[in-house]
């Protein structure tokens, strides 16, 4: 506020209060204009921002969805495979005792033929060979089962192994046979 009565008179004047009515107008409508141009260009920046928002919040939603669909597809294989692996380890630890029982007969068998073949005399030593053969194979395929069993998935192999000594100890068994029927029909020939 002036206390000068120059200015005062100048201010009420009816001219000079006109023309700064319509500037003081002006500014105001400059200034209303810019903060409309400025509110618009905020919300349209907002718009933005709430469009990125959603879109954001869209592809996590998209990215929970799949990761959860990818846990549950893992967790489904995974009770699978854990399924198959008991049953398959069922299974092996079956085959497995089928085989050491197969083991036991076959080593009773075996010294069987060693009593068997002590009469023979040149085809006890080819038996007695073949024997001694099939028994380091057969200590071999037992230790390999003994390593083996932590690895059940390699019995399949195994099992051809014994079957392959199983075939042998009942050829051998069969020469032996034969061998002792020779032996003993020599022992009546020469008895009679």
Request: overall charge negative; some cysteine; hydrophobic content about 45%.
């Amino acid at each position: 506020m002036t206390d000068n009565p120059n200015e005062r008179k100048i201010s009420e004047t009816p001219g000079v209060k006109s023309v700064l009515d319509e500037a003081a107008e002006r500014i105001e409508a400059t200034w209303r204009e810019k903060l409309l141009r400025e509110t618009g260009s905020l919300m349209t920046e907002n718009a933005l921002l709430m469009a990125q928002v959603d879109e954001f919040s869209r592809k996590l939603v998209e990215a929970t969805d799949r990761n959860e669909r990818l846990e549950a597809d893992c967790n489904e294989r995974i009770a699978f495979i854990e399924e198959k692996f008991e049953l398959d380890t069922a299974s092996l630890e079956l085959e497995n005792n089928e085989l050491h029982a197969a083991s036991v007969r076959y080593s009773s068998r075996a010294k069987e033929l060693d009593r068997q073949v002590v009469q023979l005399r040149a085809e006890a030593e080819a038996m007695a060979d073949e024997i001694e053969r099939l028994r380091v194979e057969r200590d071999a395929a037992l230790k390999a089962q003994a390593e083996l069993s932590d690895a059940l998935l390699a019995q399949h192999d195994l099992m051809a192994a014994v079957a392959a000594l199983k075939d042998r100890l009942a050829a051998s068994e069969q020469r032996a046979a034969a061998a002792e029927a020779k032996v003993e029909a020599m022992t009546q020939m020469k008895d009679e």
